[in-house]
Each structure stands twice: as C-alpha cells, then as structure tokens.
C-alpha cells in the first residue's frame, strides 16, 4: 500500500455503493405510490435501515474498527430497534 493511502475498498466500491444507495431510493419513492400502507410501514423503513447500514459502513468506515466501537454500532440499532417496536406497539394497541 502506497504512503498516506487509505485502506479502503478503491473507487469501484464506492460507486458500488452508491448505486445501491440510489436504487434503494428508487424503491423507497415507489414502495410510497403503490403499496398499502401496512406493507409501507414495514418495508419503508426496512429500506432505510439498510441504507444506514451501507452508509455507516463504508462511508464510515467501521468496517476497519476493532474492539468496542465494532460491537457498539449493532447493539445500538438493536436497541433501537426494540424503542420503534414498542411505540408501534403502544400505537397499535390504543
């Protein structure tokens, strides 16, 4: 690896990335014309999770952590995973 080179996946990645990142826009933007409001509900936010993911990942960079802060990021969207379940919950039972 050259000096002052970042470890990274090279440019191919990103834009990789990135295209995945615009199709899943697409399907957020078509998911919200066409799909009941039960399978919207479930699946909008499904895609936004999986966006966040890519981004924190590798825009991020925490592919290349170790130790506390690798373990720290999903224990963080489990919990709030579980805080979203509850107030649908709370929502749903009203």
């Known amino acids: ?22 199709i899943l826009t697409f399907f957020t933007a078509a998911l919200s014309r066409g799909a009941s409001s039960r ?14 993911a890519l981004i924190i990942y590798y825009f991020m960079n925490i592919r290349f952590e170790k130790g506390v802060l690798r373990l720290l990021i999903p224990l963080t969207a489990v919990l ?15």
Do not use: C, Q
């Not at 990645?13 to 990135?18: H, I, K, P, Q, S």
């Not at 399978?39 to 966040?52: D, M, Q, R």
């Open 39 to 52: 399978v919207s509900a479930v699946a909008a936010p499904s895609i936004a999770t999986v966006k966040a």
């Open 80 to 94: 709030i995973a579980i805080l979203i379940t509850l107030v649908f919950m709370d929502v749903a039972y009203r």
């Open 1 to 22: 690896m050259k000096e002052g080179m970042a470890h990274n996946g090279g440019y191919w990645t990103y834009v990789a990335v990135w295209a995945a990142l615009i």
